[in-house]
């Protein structure tokens, strides 16, 4: 039983439930009684806020963009109710979960998630008898029809008997969380024996083991939901003690991990042992910890863990350095992008509302600080706000548009920076006008996921995937119809064998890992240097990437470009999305080409292009670039088993460089100028002295760029490039500041050093600051830093500032 002191204070925070306990009733009243109608009204009141975070609240159902999505959720509802159809196995004709050889094959997951969405379908109809301007509020049939399609699927398959098949999700997450959210809304029309058999239902398929060790099916995103799913059915059923047991059961969420499923110190999201995931379960987790907080805070059973701010911690470092301008990036959604009526856009608008409800339970200083960032973001999405989302929840919707309404709040601009994820292979490089990312894979990342059938074609966007969007343009570039319709082998940045490879390369929940252990960099916060050791999925292809993150510009380079598998390999310098029109025109070396679809072309020797409105590109030592204007034509079915057979068709404009079938030691160089016109691209091609390639080979990458005082190298091997020396394999980058101090900034992107020497030839007075990781450095005419065992830094970089002579 909850202590009288805390039950107190949420009966205060309750404000007219507080007040029908009064002093003198609750004197008159036996101890025991009293207890138990205070637990009970407790309940009570967290149902009714449960009620109002699934519908949303001060929001004029007259008003857009409530309207329509009111208008919508009563279509739906409307036409679930006129298709309800109970019979044996089913209580739609289209969702039937009768399955005639129950196990764990795919056939069967398919049957377990028609139970789900069932379901799902019954708690839409709640939603639209429960809200206002549905047109079947407070309708008396679709409560009945609720009722009665909650009474026929615990009857037919839901309950305590039943032993599950399929997916463990539906019967464990989405099914009970659906099922519980119903409840929430029906409640008082439920009756006791109803309430017990939904909850001994739940209390089958999602018992209290679940939370006996945080592992398997039982971590991140998916422990946040079990856990919720259980507080739910605790609610509905009145039961402290679950509810007590589920609460506790988030704090292992919390702390940082270093390997496996979870956050990390860097701001990395990992789920299903090595996928990035902050778009996707990432984002879930994110969804129900922020509804329970909201729901539990000032209760009987706060989330108060003292890891807790950790969690806050993760809108700045994890959360926000993958949106931009309004979209989630691709590169942390893994399957999801893969899903039929999804996007960059639409994964990011339940997250901005999630963010707005996170905050108002962090500090002021914190609160005030995201509802500013969440406001800039909506209002620079040209291309899909959230408030036009015709399937954004009432409950998000009102919290979005009452932050826009909010004229205290003034939007933030998008940050400077550069941030390095070095325990999920990803890179972000933020600059003003424009933002990019890259895509990598480990011996510790895979290089995609593939499983439910989703994501059949994304095995090559772990292989160098360089995205990029600028702050006016380019939006689009991965939301309208790209996964379907684009080349899986020449995505933009990649290196990659035209080897053919099957539909879910790796076999169902295979997540493949390339045995490469350099992959990674270092950054002092604005610039970066990024290397990848990349081995081709199910290939022979190898080959060494880097790229140096500048100001206005990224240099791409690669070298040791070898393959045995007996196809060209290629790598794509860029691969435009133009709609279903767009046609902009491409100038190669100063002469305007053709438009029309179809042409294709290869210049030898070419030295500089652009693509009017998006990018100019540089080729500082000429390179054999073809370039291909085509349309394609793709269905998201042979993307994602769960998607439509129509087919669409897009244009695209690639740019790339083809090595040749089975090269020895190719390599490549370009330079990506993010949103420079055709003129400043020429300008830059003809100045020479601007970028110093000091080397591209399998042992060393390394450029200097005298305008910034930056030199960066990515060392494969040991050995000396400019003047930096390293003794080991390393990533090293040097900053000298106007103020006549400087950085440098040492990683080991592999974890094996047990011992890095880096010398730089330049006169240094004096260390201002070094690391632990630094055994000795030693200022004078060379500083020599000497570092100690490096693996257990997990790649990240080590900052050492020095004062010059």
């Given at each position: 039983m909850p202590s009288p002191l805390r039950r107190r204070s949420f009966l205060q925070a309750a404000g007219g439930t507080a007040l029908a306990l009064g002093a003198?009733?609750?004197?008159?009243?036996?101890?025991?009684?009293?207890?138990?109608?205070?637990?009970?009204?407790?309940?009570?009141?967290?149902?009714?806020?449960?009620?109002?975070?699934?519908?949303?609240?001060?929001?004029?159902?007259?008003?857009?963009?409530?309207?329509?999505?009111?208008?919508?959720?009563?279509?739906?509802?409307?036409?679930?109710?006129?298709?309800?159809?109970?019979?044996?196995?089913?209580?739609?004709?289209?969702?039937?979960?009768l399955d005639p050889e129950p196990d764990l094959d795919a056939e069967s997951y398919a049957f377990s998630a028609k139970m789900n969405d069932s379901y799902n379908r019954l708690s839409t109809m709640a939603q639209a008898w429960a809200q206002p301007g549905t047109g079947l509020t407070g309708d008396p049939a679709v409560l009945q029809a609720v009722l009665t399609g909650l009474d026929h699927v615990n009857?037919?398959?839901?309950?305590?008997?039943?032993?599950?098949?399929?997916?463990?999700?539906?019967?464990?997450?989405?099914?009970?969380?659906?099922?519980?959210?119903?409840?929430?809304?029906?409640?008082?029309?439920?009756?006791?024996?109803?309430?017990?058999?939904?909850?001994?239902?739940?209390?089958?398929?999602?018992?209290?083991?679940?939370?006996?060790?945080?592992?398997?099916?039982?971590?991140?995103?998916?422990?946040?939901?079990?856990?919720?799913?259980?507080?739910?059915?605790?609610?509905?059923?009145?039961?402290?003690?679950?509810?007590?047991?589920?609460?506790?059961?988030?704090?292992?969420?919390?702390?940082?991990?270093?390997?496996?499923?979870?956050?990390?110190?860097?701001?990395?999201?990992?789920?299903?042992?090595?996928?990035?995931?902050?778009?996707?379960?990432?984002?879930?987790?994110?969804?129900?910890v922020g509804r329970l907080m909201a729901l539990l805070r000032g209760s009987s059973w706060p989330v108060d863990s003292p890891d807790a701010q950790l969690f806050l911690d993760t809108v700045d470092k994890a959360i926000a350095p993958f949106v931009y301008n309004g979209l989630m990036m691709d590169n942390v959604?893994?399957?999801?992008?893969?899903?039929?009526?999804?996007?960059?856009?639409?994964?990011?608008?339940?997250?901005?509302?999630?963010?707005?409800?996170?905050?108002?339970?962090?500090?002021?200083?914190?609160?005030?600080r995201w509802r500013a960032m969440v406001k800039g973001w909506m209002q620079r999405d040209y291309f899909y706000p959230p408030l036009r989302n015709p399937g954004l929840s009432l409950v998000r919707a009102s919290l979005l548009q009452s932050l826009l309404d909010d004229t205290s709040v003034k939007p933030a601009p998008e940050p400077v920076e550069h941030r390095l994820f070095h325990h999920m292979d990803r890179v972000t490089h933020r600059r003003p006008g424009w933002c990019?990312?890259?895509?990598?894979?480990?011996?510790?990342?895979?290089?995609?996921?593939?499983?439910?059938?989703?994501?059949?074609?994304?095995?090559?966007?772990?292989?160098?995937?360089?995205?990029?969007?600028?702050?006016?343009?380019?939006?689009?570039?991965?939301?309208?119809?790209?996964?379907?319709?684009?080349?899986?082998?020449?995505?933009?940045?990649?290196?990659?064998?035209?080897?053919?490879?099957?539909?879910?390369?790796?076999?169902?929940?295979?997540?493949?890992?390339?045995?490469?252990?350099?992959?990674?960099?270092?950054?002092?916060?604005?610039?970066?240097?990024?290397?990848?050791?990349?081995?081709?999925?199910?290939?022979?292809?190898?080959?060494?990437?880097?790229?140096?993150w500048l100001d206005d510009a990224i240099v791409c380079l690669g070298a040791g470009i070898a393959s045995a598998d007996g196809y060209p390999v290629e790598t794509t310098v860029d691969n435009r999305a133009l709609g279903t029109s767009g046609e902009p025109a491409l100038t190669v070396d100063g002469r305007v080409q053709p438009s029309g679809q179809g042409w294709r072309e290869t210049f030898s020797g070419a030295r500089w292009a652009h693509v009017a409105g998006q990018a100019g590109y540089l080729f500082p030592q000429g390179i054999r670039l073809g370039a291909v204007r085509e349309e394609r034509t793709g269905t998201w079915r042979s993307i994602n088993t769960g998607g439509p057979t129509d087919p669409v068709t897009r244009r695209y404009l690639t740019l790339y460089t083809d090595h040749g079938t089975d090269p020895a030691d190719a390599g490549y160089a370009y330079v990506m100028l993010p949103g420079a016109s055709a003129r400043t691209t020429a300008l830059r091609a003809a100045d020479a002295?601007?970028?110093?390639?000091?080397?591209?080979?399998?042992?060393?990458?390394?450029?200097?760029?005298?305008?910034?005082?930056?030199?960066?190298?990515?060392?494969?091997?040991?050995?000396?490039?400019?003047?930096?020396?390293?003794?080991?394999?390393?990533?090293?980058?040097?900053?000298?500041?106007?103020?006549?101090?400087?950085t440098v900034v040492v990683s080991d992107p592999s974890r094996q050093a047990r011992s890095l020497e880096v010398v730089w030839e330049k006169q240094v007075a004096e260390v201002l600051s070094k690391p632990s990781t630094v055994a000795s450095a030693t200022p004078g005419a060379t500083l020599r830093l000497v570092f100690g065992d490096l693996s257990g830094s997990y790649g990240a970089p080590q900052r050492i500032r020095v004062r010059l002579t």
């Open positions: 003198t009733a609750a004197a008159a009243v036996p101890a025991r009684a009293a207890d138990s109608t205070a637990a009970s009204e407790e309940f009570a009141a967290l149902r009714a806020k449960w009620r109002d975070l699934v519908l949303g609240t001060g929001f004029s159902p007259t008003a857009e963009p409530f309207r329509t999505l009111l208008t919508n959720l009563g279509t739906a509802a409307r036409g679930h109710l006129a298709a309800m159809a109970p019979a044996q196995g089913s209580l739609w004709p289209d969702a039937v979960w009857a037919q398959v839901y309950n305590d008997t039943q032993t599950r098949y399929g997916n463990w999700w539906n019967w464990q997450i989405g099914g009970p969380q659906a099922l519980m959210d119903t409840c929430v809304l029906v409640y008082d029309h439920l009756t006791p024996e109803q309430i017990a058999a939904y909850c001994r239902a739940v209390d089958h398929f999602v018992p209290d083991s679940v939370f006996d060790s945080y592992t398997g099916t039982s971590t991140g995103a998916n422990r946040v939901d079990l856990c919720r799913s259980v507080i739910l059915r605790s609610l509905v059923g009145e039961n402290a003690d679950r509810v007590a047991r589920a609460t506790a059961a988030l704090d292992p969420v919390f702390p940082y991990v270093t390997s496996s499923d979870g956050f990390y110190a860097d701001g990395s999201f990992v789920q299903h042992r090595n996928v990035p995931y902050i778009g996707g379960y990432g984002s879930v987790l994110h969804d129900g959604s893994s399957r999801g992008i893969s899903r039929y009526g999804t996007s960059e856009h639409t994964r990011a608008h339940a997250l901005l509302a999630t963010i707005v409800l996170i905050g108002q339970g962090a500090s002021e200083t914190e609160n005030a990019a990312a890259v895509s990598m894979a480990s011996n510790r990342i895979a290089h995609y996921e593939f499983g439910n059938g989703e994501h059949a074609r994304g095995y090559h966007t772990g292989a160098g995937w360089l995205q990029w969007y600028g702050d006016d343009f380019g939006l689009e570039q991965y939301s309208d119809a790209y996964w379907p319709t684009v080349d899986p082998y020449r995505l933009p940045g990649i290196t990659a064998s035209r080897k053919p490879l099957a539909d879910g390369e790796g076999g169902n929940w295979g997540q493949p890992m390339p045995d490469a252990a350099w992959v990674g960099g270092t950054t002092d916060g604005e610039f970066g240097a990024t290397g990848q050791h990349l081995k081709g999925i199910a290939s022979t292809m190898s080959a060494r990437k880097s790229w140096f002295g601007w970028l110093q390639l000091l080397a591209n080979s399998a042992a060393q990458q390394g450029v200097r760029v005298p305008r910034l005082g930056l030199t960066a190298v990515n060392f494969w091997a040991p050995g000396t490039v400019g003047k930096l020396t390293a003794s080991a394999p390393a990533s090293v980058l040097v900053r000298e500041h106007r103020d006549g101090t400087a």
